[in-house]
Structure formats: structure tokens, C-alpha cells
């Protein structure tokens, strides 16, 4: 079996096609999306347009103007000082019609008791309420460092400002997520899933019917069990170096936002790989149609399984998961996405085991699969 794994795989590195698609391509993929996407995250978050309407409560004197002036100078020193938000004074007309217009996000009105009228539900209206509610519980402070030591004021309300724009997006496991890394992810699973090239090739090479060379294989004494499995070792075994190279040059070149270890990566694409290569040994296997089919075949249920996955619009993802999550429970592509998401952003074994699981009971059934096709198939004549 040693002797068949040797030459099977001086076959397939000599074979430009072979590596191209399963490395190179994936390679290149990941380089371009990542000078199209990779960086956005840098600008995706844009200081935040509020309106400021001031309404004294003339009504309650003094206090009213100064919890009038103390919040502005909250709301001046968060502008100035962390660039978060972008305060422009209007009239309560002028306001309500740029939050029509959705030319600011929230309009904060000052006075006795400051409040805050949003337009819809989001991160940055949600920011703005956390920046009232931080007003709010510091608000009697601030009043009595105004009243009674008026020097100190400024120095007070930039540190209350300081720690109301510590702002960061977390996800409900800990760690910061990146809109952009899901299409990464599903970058790793289609890349993966391109070991359906290696796979081909190797079915070409032990089905009689297909090519000459197989046919001279076939007439020998090898098992076909034997023959199948070593292909499956040969191609399993370079793919996997494939993918880790892949890993490697998008985690460490790239240096893109992955907070699981690299080890901790390394049994995704241990399934994943395993998964791209039965999956073409097997579609290569059925019927006897024509190589341009199969490989057509391939493409088609490769770049259908990414694009569910999310590879092109992280949206379609998510989509699926809350209307159709059966689909993305057996798309290879979108579980393994799945289990890398769960590793770097999730922090959820349970999914990430369930995911794994799934993954090895669909190798295990392609694998059993192109046995059976494989070994039923007679020859009158080769």
C-alpha cells in the first residue's frame, strides 16, 4: 500500500491542475478579497451625527441652565476627545426633520432631565444611550463639582467622557467580532471543498471505464478496497497541507482577526479536507458521464455549498440559519465556517463539537458511498 501511496502522490504533484485549485487559487482568492473587505472594519464604524436641541427649564432657575450647560460640555468633551460622536445645536424642527432624513443618528435634548429621541435600533443609537445613561449616573456628581469647585469641572467631565467611549463590539462569548470574517471563513470551507480536484483525479485513475491508465490498474491483483483507500490517504494527506498553508498565510501574512490559536484551527481542516476530497471521488464515481460534466458537477455543489455559507454576502449566511437552518446543517462549507466562527468568536464547544461531528458522519458516508459504487462495477473487457 506504501508502494501505491508513493507514486499516487508523485502523480498528483506533478499535475499543475491539482495544485492550482485546491492551493493556489484559495491563495489568491483570500489575498484579493482581503485588500477588497479585509480592511473595512477599519472604517465600518464612522462617528456617530446626534443634533442637540436646547431646552433650559426656565422653570427650576439656576439648576435647570446649569444641568443645561454640565451636559453639553459632557457631550462637547466626548466629540473632542474620542471623536465618537458629531454634535450640531438645531431647533427641535430642524432635528426631528434631519432624523427624517436620517442625517443624524439621535437628537439629544438638554434641560433639567436630558433625553434622547432615536430614528430606528442599531449599534450607534444603541452607543448614544449608553452615552445618556453614563450622563445620567454621573449627573449629580458633575452638578457638584459645578456648584462647588467649578475649577475642577472640565477635568471631571473629560474623565466621565473617557469612560463612556470605551466602547467595543463583543460577541455574547467574549470576543470582538469582525463583519468581514465570516466571508473569510467561508473562504477556508470552499477551499476545502476544492479538494474534489484532487479527489477527481484520483477516481479517474482506479475506474476502468474512464481512463487507459485505470484500466491497466484495474487488471491488476490490487484490492479495490486497498486501491480506493490509499487515493483517499494520498489526497486526504496533500490537501490537508494545502489548507494549512492556507491557515497560515491568511492568519499570520494577512494577519487577519483570528482569536482562536492556530491549533485549535487545525481539526476543521482536518474534516474539511477529508470532506472536499470524498465528495469528488464520489460525484466523480456515479453514472458515466463525461469528465467535463463532473468537474462541472463539482463546481456547481462547491460554490453553491460557499455561497450558503457566506463567502459572497455574509447576510446570506444568516438567512438561512433563521428560516432554513436545516440547509446549512448538512452544507460541508457552511459547518465548517460554522465551527471556525464558533473557535474565534463564539466560544461555544457544544456547537463547535456538533459541527465537527456532522462534518465526520458526511466524510464517513461519501467514503462508504464510493466503495460500494466502485466495487460493484464488473468489466467485460479492459
Known sequence: ML?????????KVKNISAIFWPLIFPLLLATMMYFAV????????ET???ALVAETDLSKGERGVQTEEVFQAFLSSVETDSELIHVEEMTGEQALKALENREVKGIFYSGSEPSLTVGSNGLAETILQMLLESYSEGKQTLEDIARLHPEGMEAAVRQMAQ????????????????GSAQAFYAVIGMACLYGC??????????QANLTALAARRCAGPVHRLKMVFSEIIVCFGLHFANTLILLAYMKYILRLEFAGSYAEMVPVLLVGSMIGVTMGIFITSIGKTKEGVKIGIMLAFSMTFSFLAGMMNVETKNLIDRHAPF????????????ALYCLNVYDAPKRYAQDIVILS????????GTFLI??????GSI
Open 38 to 45: 479585509g480592511t473595512m472594519e477599519e472604517s465600518d464604524f
Open 374 to 379: 466502485i466495487r460493484r462495477k464488473r468489466y
Open 327 to 338: 440547509i446549512n446543517r448538512i452544507n460541508p462549507a457552511a459547518l465548517i465556517s460554522d
Open 361 to 368: 458522519v458526511l466524510c464517513v458516508l461519501l467514503a462508504a
Open 3 to 11: 508502494h501505491l501511496m508513493k507514486y499516487s502522490l508523485l502523480t
Open 197 to 206: 480536484f484532487l479527489g477527481f483525479g484520483s477516481a479517474m485513475e482506479i
Open 48 to 50: 456617530i451625527p446626534v
Open 163 to 178: 469612560s463612556a467611549s470605551a466602547v467595543e463590539q463583543v460577541s455574547l462569548g467574549g470576543r470582538t467580532t469582525n
